[in-house]
């Protein structure tokens, strides 16, 4: 089993639309989660932090369910600069030796059209 | 601006001749980090340097090296790169103290694309 998995997509969707990716990750003890965007032949960039409580920024909304081992991503209004890689990432923090090490889901495929 | 850099941006090498691929950032982050990514996969870790202490992965291959000769600068080295090993190879760094309080962001540079014919 993968330690982080997500729905390769891709998500096809209209300008305007809500749309919502999950992932789900093995580690319990994992520590840190994020979410990053991967634009085609570009490099990983953070998109946001997810915390226990949920966060929002802007019309993005991650939210974390610990007891099911599982993140989401909820990208309102969508436009077309949306259309990227979105990657789900994990930080088992204390299982990696205290090491700041990242585990990289292989991410879902958004693209948003006209 | 602050920034971390890869250079080239595309490396072509010949099966079995040895590539570096060299990393530099102006961040001043003691921890830098090798990912290999291959195409509609997740970036995997090969390894990181903590300050000047190396650590590889497990399932690393010999093939591939580092070294990180100042704070700034790091480097991968592929001995005998065979056709498996073309992906984009991504360095990223972050800066990690301890005690640790709050994981850092790791900030990714742009990537080197390696093809190997």
């Known amino acids: 089993r993968k330690e982080v998995e997500q729905d390769p997509g891709p998500f096809n969707v209209p300008e305007g639309a809500t749309v919502a990716f999950n992932c789900t990750y093995s580690n319990s003890a994992s520590q840190s989660f994020f979410w990053y965007r991967q634009d085609c032949r570009k490099e990983p960039k953070l998109l946001m932090s997810?915390?226990?409580s949920g966060n929002e920024d802007g019309r993005f909304t991650a939210q974390l369910n610990r007891a099911s081992q599982y993140i989401s991503l909820l990208i309102r209004d969508s436009k077309l600069s949306d259309s990227a890689t979105y990657l789900c990432v994990v930080n088992p923090y204390l299982l990696s030796g205290g090491y700041n090490k990242l585990i990289f889901g292989a991410g879902t495929r958004l693209a948003v059209h006209p | 601006d602050a920034m971390v850099i890869q250079n080239p941006r595309y490396q072509v090498t010949q099966f079995g001749k040895p590539v570096t691929l060299s990393c530099s950032q102006t961040l001043n982050h003691n921890v830098m980090y090798w990912y290999q990514q291959k195409s509609s996969q997740a970036p995997k870790l090969l390894f990181h340097?903590?300050?000047?202490?190396?650590?590889n992965e497990a399932d690393t291959p010999d093939n591939f090296q580092s070294r990180r000769p100042n704070t700034s600068f790091c480097f991968l080295d592929i001995r005998s790169p065979g056709l498996g090993d073309a992906a984009m190879y991504l360095c990223?760094?972050?800066?990690?103290?301890?005690?640790?309080?709050?994981?850092?962001?790791?900030?990714f540079g742009p990537g080197t694309r390696l093809l190997v014919l």
């Open positions: 340097y903590y300050d000047k202490d190396f650590n």
């Open positions: 997810v915390y226990s």
């Open positions: 990223a760094t972050s800066r990690d103290l301890l005690p640790r309080r709050a994981v850092e962001t790791q900030y």
